[in-house]
């Protein structure tokens, strides 16, 4: 009986073991032009371009090295998102030399979209 149950015990912990875990969500910034982060900061400020320009430049708090990034969507997706909010940006993190900012750019798409590649709360 006492076999059954250490052999019982040993399956538990390996099945345990096996099982897949959580993906990370790494705050780090590669500047490598493949890699596509999860990155979480607080929005700092927001500017949109002149009419007609679509556009709007999303400046936020990044993980160390990248503290001070930015991002540009479409001035219909920021209805729902204000300085001050908790942004979610998933994309490809570059660094912006000529303005000394990092940005997160769309792995799929021209413009960062609400909902797919970022969220606000």
């Known amino acids: ?26 705050q780090a910034c590669a500047d490598d032009y493949i890699s596509v982060e999860t990155i979480t900061g607080k929005i700092v400020d927001i ?19 990248c503290a001070r990034m930015w991002l ?11 300085p001050g909010d908790t942004i979610e940006a998933t994309g490809i993190v570059t660094m912006d030399p000529e303005n000394g900012l990092w940005e997160i750019n769309s792995g799929k798409n021209t413009y960062m979209m609400l909902g797919e590649d970022f969220t606000c709360r």
Request: net charge positive; aromatic share 10%; glycine share 6%.
């Open 1 to 26: 009986m006492r076999v059954f149950l250490i052999l019982g015990f040993i399956f538990i912990v390996l099945a345990a073991a096996t099982l897949p875990a959580d993906p990370g969500r790494a």
């Open 72 to 82: 540009q969507a479409l001035k219909v997706h920021m209805s729902s998102c204000r």
């Open 47 to 65: 500017y949109p371009a002149p009419e007609p320009f679509p556009s709007v430049d999303i400046y936020l708090t990044g993980p160390n090295p």
